[in-house]
């Protein structure tokens, strides 16, 4: 099925690699739904079965686990994102995900140095007083070396790996066509909305290979705090950085789980966590563009507590109109408003199918335990953990721009609370959540609402008469109907077409093979010359329907 589905024959030998550790790790029978079950014969030949059994028997999570770490990069990065799913998965299996480490061996220099060289435009030494040819990080996208330029400034350098490119986009195309089977065989799977979850992710991977997207993120950002002495974004040096590579400024500064050096430099932790928090609040609530994976990697204090951001390839995006129900879902559980608070989680599900009934009591029992609390004493993590699992429970799912923002939002109070054990990252958010219904409910902001709902009214009852003669014109011509859809009516008409192909060459392979021996009994050169060229396009057609055969498993 799925070989079939590939067209690409570059991508046969990656489809081959990754069916025999799925079968290493006892998932054979996905290999065999996905259409592949050829491989498993083979498979014999190469793994050890004993090995096999022995990681069949670990428990399900750490399995895929193992699974994805051995498969690379592209499928890291899918556990990472699939660890933020709390919606769709149980503790056990975000627990696992939340092990995987984009942690890989790094490429030596000399199979980086021919593409550094192309990108640069020149020798190394053209460019810097000093390079380390030894890697400062490396991950699976990338490389990060240190450098310093002509000018004497102190940078940063990140290359892309050579050939991962090629290797992602084959794992893509390999992730969203298994995706389209799943959704298409599986009710169960369906309602994970598996080819959203991949879209998505697809679009996460190849905006982080374009390594000069990162840099333009990193800008937008620095932009919007341009008037803020705290952050500290990198710069740029946009001369040497394209999609395979960009040069940033080097950050000298301590790292944010380094608490050691934090104290012995006389920051104050507690005004950093503050401070941090403030940051992303901005960008979550106001910007609406915010960096989503704010790690201790990933952060660095500075003198005079200052906090520097830096790697901006993973950001999140927020719409206005996401960002008030993110508010609105907040008030409502603070008000005990349960059928609003219902109708935002069946507006982030989408077309998902809930029982509104129980829906609306599990709400109202999850509302009694926030009930009375002040917003500032609201523990975020315990909220979000309990909101996901009653979406969970109800089969609900939660838009991915907003998983990313869960993430972000757990991630950041436990490192405040590292920094300041009484550290409340709502206490923080307080502010700005109302700060952001005032400007919701503000005049200008409800005449502005207004207006576009009776602009969008008068548009809908101009257009009405049209739409109505239109209607009525294809019921007259008789172009007027009803469209009734049947599941798999394009996978059946192509099974039912491969089926009767197969019948229709096995009957005329059948004629060939007895008119060609009626002829052949018939005295004469010409009878004979007849009767060869049918045997061998019984031959033919024989061979053909052997390999159709064999080839569909």
């Known amino acids: 099925m799925l070989l079939g589905t590939l067209n690409a024959a570059k991508d046969l030998g990656r489809i081959h690699e990754i069916a025999l550790i799925l079968i290493r790790y006892g998932f054979g029978e996905v290999v065999r739904r996905l259409g592949l079950?050829?491989?498993?014969?083979?498979?014999?030949?190469?793994?050890?079965?004993?090995?096999?059994?022995?990681?069949?028997?670990?428990a399900p999570p750490a399995r895929v686990r193992k699974a994805l770490e051995e498969m690379g990069p592209t499928y890291v990065k899918l556990g990472q994102i699939l660890a933020t799913r709390s919606d769709l998965f149980s503790a056990e299996w975000i627990t696992e995900f939340a092990k995987l480490q984009d942690q890989v061996k790094a490429v030596p220099f000399s199979e980086i140095e021919a593409q550094l060289l192309e990108d640069l435009g020149g020798e190394i030494d053209d460019f810097f007083t000093e390079f380390n040819p030894e890697p400062l990080a490396t991950a699976s996208i990338g490389q990060v070396y240190r450098g310093c330029l002509k000018n004497g400034k102190q940078v940063i350098v990140k290359v892309r790996r050579p050939g991962i490119r090629t290797t992602v986009e084959a794992d893509l195309r390999l992730l969203k066509h298994i995706a389209e089977i799943a959704d298409r065989e599986s009710k169960d799977l369906h309602r994970f909305q598996p080819q959203e979850i991949i879209h998505q992710f697809t679009l996460s991977m190849r905006r982080e290979l374009d390594l000069a997207g990162e840099c333009r993120n990193a800008e937008r950002i620095a932009a919007a705090f341009s008037n803020d002495p705290v952050l500290v974004v990198p710069k740029v040096?946009?001369?040497?950085?394209?999609?395979?590579?960009?040069?940033?400024?080097?950050?000298?500064?301590?790292?944010?789980?380094?608490?050691?050096?934090?104290?012995?430099?006389?920051?104050?932790?507690?005004?950093l966590a503050h401070s941090g928090a403030d940051i992303v609040m901005k960008m979550v609530l106001e910007d609406g563009f915010f960096h989503a994976d704010p790690h201790p990697g990933n952060l660095f204090f500075l003198a005079e507590n200052r906090i520097a951001f830096i790697d901006f390839g993973m950001v999140g995006r927020l719409t206005e109109g996401r960002r008030a129900q993110v508010v609105h879902l907040l008030q409502g559980v603070i008000s005990r408003d349960t059928a609003h608070v219902v109708r935002i989680l069946l507006k982030w599900?989408?077309?998902?199918?809930?029982?509104?009934?129980?829906?609306?009591?599990?709400?109202?029992?999850?509302?009694?335990?926030?009930?009375?609390?002040?917003l500032k004493d609201l523990d975020i993590t315990a909220f979000i953990n309990d909101l996901t699992t009653l979406?969970?429970?109800?089969?609900?799912?939660?838009?991915?721009?907003?998983?990313?923002?869960?993430?972000?939002l757990i991630t950041l109070e436990g490192m405040g609370r590292q920094l300041d054990p009484g550290f409340n990252i709502v206490q923080v958010a307080t502010p700005f959540l109302q700060r952001a219904l005032f400007k919701r409910y503000a005049p200008d902001a409800l005449f502005k609402q207004g207006w576009q709902s009776f602009s969008g009214m008068v548009e809908l009852l101009t257009e009405l008469p049209n739409d109505l003669h239109r209607l009525l014109e294809l019921a007259r011509r008789g172009a007027l109907g009803v469209r009734l859809d049947i599941a798999k009516p394009e996978w059946l008409a192509k099974e039912l077409d491969r089926v009767v192909n197969r019948l229709s060459v096995s009957l005329i392979t059948s004629a060939l093979i007895v008119g060609s021996s009626i002829v052949s009994t018939v005295e004469g050169g010409a009878s004979s010359f007849v009767g060869l060229i049918g045997f061998i396009g019984a031959f033919l057609g024989g061979v053909w329907l052997l390999f159709s055969i064999w080839r569909s498993g």
């Not at 498993?40 to 079965?49: N, P, Q, Y």
């Not at 394209?242 to 932790?269: C, F, H, P, T, W």
């Not at 991915?400 to 993430?407: E, F, G, I, V, W």
Request: hydrophobic share 40%.
């Open 349 to 374: 599900s989408g077309d998902t199918l809930a029982n509104t009934d129980s829906l609306t009591l599990d709400v109202d029992s999850f509302i009694d335990q926030y009930h009375d609390i002040a």
């Open 237 to 271: 040096y946009w001369q040497w950085t394209s999609e395979r590579m960009n040069v940033q400024q080097y950050i000298d500064g301590i790292a944010a789980g380094n608490l050691d050096a934090i104290d012995k430099a006389g920051l104050d932790r507690k005004q």
């Open 391 to 408: 979406l969970r429970d109800h089969q609900l799912n939660l838009p991915p721009d907003l998983t990313l923002l869960m993430k972000s």
């Open 37 to 58: 079950a050829n491989i498993i014969d083979r498979a014999g030949k190469v793994l050890h079965w004993a090995e096999v059994e022995e990681l069949a028997s670990l």
